[in-house]
Nanobody
Framework: QVQLVESGGGLVQAGGSLGLSCAAS????????MGWFRQAPGKEREFVAT????????YYADSVKGRFTISRDNAKNTVYLQMNRLKPEDTAVYFCAAGRSHVSWSGAYQYWGQGTQVTVSS
């Protein structure tokens, strides 16, 4: 069992930066791939980024590639999402998730956090 708690959301102006954290409970965190997803009002949840259990492999949605960076610290049981050059269309609730494969498909992730709101004003 893995419990995930996101933090770091908030309000930022377009072009600004924001960093999200996701703290995991449990001793098996380092064996899980971790992903970030987001859901805007009236839209389906979409993939943002994922990282392998070791941190050696990452994968991003085209919409955030070059602006967002996913990383992890297995010693701290934490995964991060650094978001730069934010756009109003990045406004959403951001969720972290843990799964066995670092893929973009949300069904591959077994555990989910409660989400944190990110709002980008124009």
């Amino acid at each position: 069992q893995v419990q995930l708690v996101e933090s770091g959301g908030g309000l930022v102006q377009a072009g600004g930066s924001l960093g999200l954290s996701c703290a995991a409970s449990g001793r098996t965190f380092s064996s899980y791939a971790m992903g970030w997803f987001r859901q805007a009002p009236g839209k389906e949840r979409e993939f943002v980024a994922t990282i392998s259990w070791s941190g050696s492999s990452t994968y991003y949605a085209d919409s955030v590639k070059g602006r967002f960076t996913i990383s992890r610290d297995n010693a701290k049981n934490t995964v991060y999402l650094q978001m730069n050059r934010l756009k109003p269309e990045d406004t959403a609730v951001y969720f972290c998730a843990a799964g066995r494969s670092h893929v973009s498909w949300s069904g591959a992730y077994q555990y989910w956090g409660q989400g944190t709101q990110v709002t980008v004003s124009s």
